[in-house]
């Protein structure tokens, strides 16, 4: 049999939150991650949510909490989308929301994800063409996997995410970024 995630290994743990900022505080002072880099609004030239057209606007911190980078992200704007897929709205919980991969092509890993049972629940674009897919496998997993492809801008942003909290001996925990 097949597995149905690729044996690579998870580059991010997200959390969905009502305020990136105060997640990413409150994670560095329990567990030392950070320093954060909060980017608010991102901007997207296209987002579809189970096949539709839908607007998104989501802001994120990111940071490294060990090996791996954590996000927080919040959704701005009402309606559904696969953050609300786990957490709906005026539902107040909040949580483990994906793990995210890196994968060679996004669309041909999201349609091998689709042939063993595991739908998208949303592929996004942003302003500079880099894609993103959420895909649900939470009744296999309990939560979604985030799939992009490590292009360069991608792969320095984890490098120096990573080298902040290797040269971080305290100070400013967020700084706010624009993408």
């Known amino acids: 049999m097949t597995p149905a995630a690729p044996n690579l290994p ?12 105060a997640a ?3 994670h560095h002072g329990q567990f030392g991650s950070g320093p954060y880099f909060i980017a608010d609004n991102i901007p997207l ?10 607007a998104f606007d989501h802001s994120s911190a990111y ?12 959704q701005n704007n009402p ?3 696969a953050l609300r897929d786990l957490y709906p709205q005026g539902s107040g919980r909040w949580g483990l ?6 994968v060679d092509d996004v669309d041909a890993e999201a349609a091998r994800l689709a042939d063993a049972g595991f ?10 063409g880099f894609v993103f897919a959420f895909v649900d496998t939470t009744c296999a997993y ?4 985030e799939l992009y492809k490590p292009v360069p801008v991608l792969s320095e942003f984890y490098a120096m995410v990573a080298e902040a909290a290797r040269g971080y001996h305290g100070g400013d925990i967020l700084t706010t970024i624009t993408f």
């Open 24 to 26: 990413a505080l409150a």
């Open 79 to 81: 309606g559904p989308s």
């Open 10 to 21: 998870i580059r991010q743990l997200a959390y969905f939150c009502p305020d990136v900022r």
């Open 63 to 74: 940071g490294q909490w060990g090996g791996v980078m954590v996000e927080f992200v919040q």
């Open 119 to 128: 739908a998208t629940a949303q592929r996004s674009e942003m302003l500079d």
């Open 45 to 54: 030239r296209s987002s579809r949510y189970r096949g539709r057209e839908t």
């Open 97 to 102: 929301h994906h793990a995210a991969l890196f």
């Open 142 to 145: 309990g939560h979604m996997l």
